[in-house]
């Protein structure tokens, strides 16, 4: 099957300093890759190429075979900042990229997104009523309404307590089994890594390149504790420079 998302010996810098040294990937049509690696190497600003928001020195990013150049619809970003509006409510935050229907049509997308991540009866609440377990529900419902093929996540738990981590990465597989969504997420986290992930890319340090590919065959819903995903995460974290007791 011909890749959705294809990197070819994708370069970038800043100035003088090299952060993206020339990556090479594909990713299939409905896959969740996971990208890992060693803090300032360059996550960030790969995503930022494969999202549009910068352009590379030379190489490509390629959706359907297009060329990336600039942000696309069809690329959906989750960022660790968030970036719901205080003076919406819900319904109305999860209206905001919808563009298609009369406004009835597009309140009862809004709330079917609201249901799916457990927000049912929350639709006319302000985020300031909210938790920052729900901010982030609205963000990702936001996100999937509007029906992106690709969905970019950077750090998209990381500044939310262990708990609700957990529970969300347990409803983003859940939406993610009802609809075809193909997923690269970056976190710092190796277990979210191969709790959620078909494949885990681990990036060297500094100019990022792939050191290695793992791919994690074993059916969700999984448990970090099992032994073929914990010899994986210590294979990761070696790669990382980093053994546990
Ligand atoms: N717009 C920019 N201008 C100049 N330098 C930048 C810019 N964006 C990133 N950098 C530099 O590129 C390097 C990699 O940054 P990046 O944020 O991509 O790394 P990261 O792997 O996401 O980091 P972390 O793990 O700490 O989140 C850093 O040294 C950073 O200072």
């Given at each position: 099957m011909d890749a959705k998302i294809a990197i070819k010996d994708l370069r970038k810098g800043f100035r003088s300093l090299p952060v993206v040294g020339g990556i090479d990937l594909e990713v299939a049509p409905g896959e969740f890759v996971a990208i890992v690696g060693p803090s300032g190497c360059g996550k960030s600003?790969?995503?930022?190429?494969?999202?549009?928001?910068e352009l590379p020195d030379s190489g490509h990013v390629a959706i359907d075979?297009?060329?990336?150049?600039?942000?696309?619809?069809?690329?959906?970003v989750i960022s660790q900042?968030?970036?719901?509006?205080?003076?919406?409510?819900?319904?109305?935050?999860?209206?905001?990229?919808?563009?298609?229907?009369?406004?009835?049509?597009?309140?009862?997308?809004?709330?079917?997104?609201?249901?799916?991540?457990?927000?049912?009866?929350?639709e006319k609440a302000y985020p300031q009523e909210l938790s920052g377990g729900m901010l982030k529900r609205v963000e990702i419902a936001r996100a999937l309404a509007v029906k992106p093929d690709i969905v970019l996540m950077d750090e998209p738990f990381?500044?939310?307590?262990a708990l609700t981590a957990l529970k969300m990465?347990?409803?983003?597989?859940?939406?993610?089994?009802?609809?075809?969504?193909?997923?690269?997420?970056i976190t710092h986290d190796v277990e979210e890594a191969i709790y959620l992930a078909d494949r885990v890319v681990v990036l060297s340090t500094r100019p990022a390149t792939i050191r290695t590919v793992f791919p994690i065959s074993t059916p969700h819903?999984?448990?970090v504790s099992q032994p073929a995903l914990q010899e994986i995460k210590d294979a990761i974290l070696a790669q990382l420079g980093i053994s546990e007791a």
């Open positions: 600003t790969l995503m930022k190429l494969l999202a549009g928001f075979g297009v060329k990336v150049t600039r942000p696309s619809p069809n690329a959906i900042q968030g970036s719901v509006f205080p003076w919406l409510t819900v319904r109305e935050n999860l209206m905001f990229g919808l563009l298609d229907g009369d406004p009835a049509g597009r309140a009862a997308t809004a709330d079917h997104y609201a249901e799916m991540v457990g927000l049912k009866g929350f990381s500044a939310l307590d990465r347990n409803e983003l597989l859940r939406v993610l089994r009802e609809e075809n969504h193909t997923v690269l997420l819903p999984r448990k």
